[in-house]
């Protein structure tokens, strides 16, 4: 029973963690929907991909070996250029973090193109979506982001003997995971609207984890380029450019408000 409890709570911690990027996600895309609809959005997408997760679980643990298996008609070789094995679990975590990366590159250049962000007849209508469109990306990328957790959670489990026991434990921790980003994703959604200068840092962030995944799927698919493999981009390094990103951020805002306070500073000075 004690070895139960500790891997639930490490189960637990797991599903939080990587959790982040998700829930970073959630807030992102929730902004899409109406205003009045954003905070529903993000509470139906996230209890209907909990409830997934689930189904998912389960799924999984029944067919692992089909998505780790290559598949025949997507492996292959042309010599000295490119060597590739696809399975199903690599397929879907590259077209995942592919469309996390063309999500990040089109807001961020939204923001650059746009003129007036707070003038509501400037921004591009056309980028809203419905309320029932933003609830269907957030389950599917929730289950994106969830495919690699699930499959870390099967790992630690599988020193359980019993397979019931095993599967009510990883269920308990994606709802427990699940309940903790339901708790998380208004806060951030509000912050994130107060300090609309962190929406960059956050599409950066959102950038870098579709890398991540992209360099993920391509190590499944045993991929090489001109005999080079490709390396997943570990958790370390994730969190660590993070926090270094983060730094970067906080000395720049510093900076840039001292340097307006020295040029109103100077213009004070020139009116005298």
């Known amino acids: 029973m004690a070895e ?9 911690m797991l599903q939080a963690v990587l959790g982040f990027d998700n829930l970073l996600y959630i807030s992102l895309e929730s902004k899409k929907a109406p205003i009045s609809e954003q905070k529903r959005v993000r509470k139906v997408g996230i209890l209907i991909a909990i409830a997934l997760r689930i189904v998912l679980l389960f799924v999984l643990v029944s067919v692992i070996d089909y998505f780790q298996e290559p598949f025949s008609f997507l492996t292959g070789e042309i010599e000295d250029v490119l060597k590739f094995a696809f399975n199903g679990h690599s397929l879907i975590v590259l077209a995942g973090g592919a469309f996390i990366i063309y999500t990040a590159i089109k807001e961020i250049w939204h923001m650059i193109s746009v003129k007036d962000l707070h003038d509501s007849a400037m921004v591009d209508t056309s980028r809203n979506k419905s309320a029932n469109a933003v609830v269907t990306s957030i389950v599917i990328m929730n289950l994106v982001f969830s495919f690699d957790s699930i499959l870390a959670a099967i790992g630690l489990t599988s020193d359980i003997e019993n ?6 434990v990883m269920a308990i921790a994606i709802v427990a995971s699940g309940l903790l980003m339901l708790l998380m994703a208004d806060r951030i959604s509000v912050f994130l609207a107060k300090n609309r200068m962190y929406e960059v840092l ?6 870098i984890v579709g890398i991540m995944l992209v360099t993920e799927g391509g190590h499944l698919a045993h991929l090489k380029i001109f005999g080079n493999e490709i390396v997943p981009m570990s958790k370390t390094t994730f969190y660590f450019v993070i926090v270094v990103l983060v730094i970067v951020d906080i000395v720049q805002g510093r900076y840039q408000k001292k340097l ?10 020139s009116d005298k």
């Open 260 to 269: 307006i306070r020295e040029e109103i500073a100077k213009s004070t000075d």
């Open 4 to 12: 139960v409890i500790f891997t639930l709570l490490m189960l637990v």
């Open 202 to 207: 956050g599409l950066f962030i959102l950038f």
């Open 163 to 168: 397979s019931t026991t095993a599967f009510i």
